[in-house]
């Protein structure tokens, strides 16, 4: 069994920074890929960045710059730093996983850490 446990979220104010983690755990041969989305109320879930196997990255157009993914393999954890944070960008931010396991690849997600940028 894989879960994933995200952290770092709360309450910040308009221009301030957040730094989410996501650790995994369980039986897992290989982390293939790690990614963060977010689903503010009302919306979609959205990617927000997306780090390969090989380090390469991508963001939500609106966020490079702003937001930095990075991992810690040895670790099974991913991070998103968040800077100069904006009222729009309070959501539920989830990590996502693919990953493989002794048998198959599969992917998982975490249950989500709610940010919320308010003054």
């Known amino acids: 069994q894989v879960q994933l446990v995200e952290s770092g979220g709360g309450l910040v104010q308009p221009g301030g920074s957040l730094t989410l983690s996501c650790a995994a755990s369980?039986?897992?041969?290989?982390?293939?890929?790690m990614a963060w989305y977010r689903q503010a109320p009302g919306k979609e879930r959205d990617l927000v960045a997306h780090i390969a196997n090989d380090g390469t990255t991508n963001y939500a157009g609106s966020l490079k710059g702003r937001f930095t993914i990075s991992s810690d393999k040895a670790k099974k954890t991913v991070y998103l730093q968040m800077n100069s944070l904006k009222p729009e960008d309070t959501a539920v931010y989830y990590c996502?996983?693919?990953?493989?396991?002794?048998?198959?690849?599969?992917?998982?997600w975490g249950r989500g850490t709610l940010v919320t940028v308010s003054s």
């Open positions: 996502k996983m693919a990953v493989t396991l002794t048998y198959y690849d599969s992917q998982f």
């Open positions: 369980g039986s897992i041969v290989s982390i293939n890929s």
